[in-house]
Structures are given as structure tokens and as C-alpha cells.
């Protein structure tokens, strides 16, 4: 046996890099169906939208009242919520399997009733530019940032001191 034999190996092979939990946690919430509760009209262009995106459904009574959303095939369900069959349907559902978004006007953001009753998204607009279908359910899901505004902070204070 000569000394070159007995010599352990210098390169020794790396160990592939672990996967962080909380991207995954994300992707499970991106790979989720989405329920578009609307409470005010899509438009054809909008709806076309989603369609680019993956299978959209819209519900009709006539068609989906009595069945559990599991049974449909969708990626995007877009939901009348003014249709009173379409809030009792919503209210029978398991909607934690979800990812709900609504599609309210800009006014109804944070002060609507049936937004407070159901945990979404509040969208005022459809996003019209996305990559692919991951970054369109991502900006989905996302809310946009405001803009600051002085004259609505000093509204809020005005009320806040008129009303209590």
C-alpha cells in the first residue's frame, strides 16, 4: 500500500442548499382556487383577464346553486355577491380552501358590510400586466400600497374629532 492510498480525498461534495418553509407557504397560497366575489360589474376585458390566466368560471344560479364549489372546475370562480342565491351559496361553502379575492368600487374598501364578514383581498382593478399566471395570482393577492395624502389624513382627523 503506498502513502497516496492512505490519504483521505481532499474534495469532498457539497451539500445541496435546504428550501426555506416560508416560500413554500407562499406557493401553497398561490396554488389555492380563487373565488371572485364581485360587487360591482367585470367587464369583458377584465374577464378575458383571468381567463388568460387559467379557467374561469362565472356562477350562474340556474346552473351552480345547489353545488359545493369543489365539484366545479376552475382556476378563477368570479361570484355575484349582489345575487342573494350567490351570497347563500358563499355562506354554505368552506371558503378556507380558497383564495378570495373581491372586486369591490374604491369606496366600499374597508367599509362594505359583507367585506368585514368574508377575510379577502379588496381589488378596486383587475391587474392588467402580469408575467405569467403566478405573478397574476401573486398580484392578486397582493394590495397595493397606497398613496399618501394629506387631505384625506386631515378628513379622517376631522371625523375622528367630530364623531368620537
Not at 442548499?17 to 367585470?42: A, G, T, W, Y
Not at 369591490?104 to 399566471?133: C, H, M, R, W
Request: hydrophobic content about 40%; overall charge negative.
Amino acid at each position: 500500500m503506498s502513502l497516496i492510498d492512505s490519504l483521505p480525498p481532499v474534495i469532498v461534495p457539497k451539500e445541496a442548499p435546504k428550501e426555506e418553509k416560508q416560500f413554500d407557504i407562499e406557493l401553497q397560497d398561490e396554488e389555492k382556487r380563487f373565488v371572485i366575489v364581485c360587487s360591482r360589474d367585470l367587464s369583458d376585458e377584465d374577464e378575458a383577464i383571468f381567463k388568460q390566466h387559467g379557467k374561469t368560471l362565472r356562477w350562474k344560479k340556474e346552473c351552480f346553486f345547489n353545488l359545493p364549489f369543489e365539484q366545479l372546475d376552475f382556476d378563477f370562480l368570479i361570484i355575484d355577491a349582489r345575487v342573494k342565491e350567490a351570497r347563500l351559496t358563499l355562506g354554505r361553502q368552506d371558503l378556507n380552501k380558497y383564495n378570495l379575492v373581491a372586486y369591490v368600487y374604491a369606496i366600499q374598501k374597508g367599509i362594505d358590510d359583507f367585506l368585514n364578514e368574508i377575510d379577502t383581498v379588496d381589488v378596486s382593478s383587475i391587474p392588467k400586466f402580469a408575467i405569467n399566471a403566478k405573478d397574476f395570482k401573486h398580484q392578486l393577492l397582493t394590495q397595493k400600497l397606497p398613496a399618501p395624502s394629506v387631505t384625506k389624513s386631515f378628513l379622517r382627523f376631522a371625523l375622528k374629532c367630530l364623531f368620537g
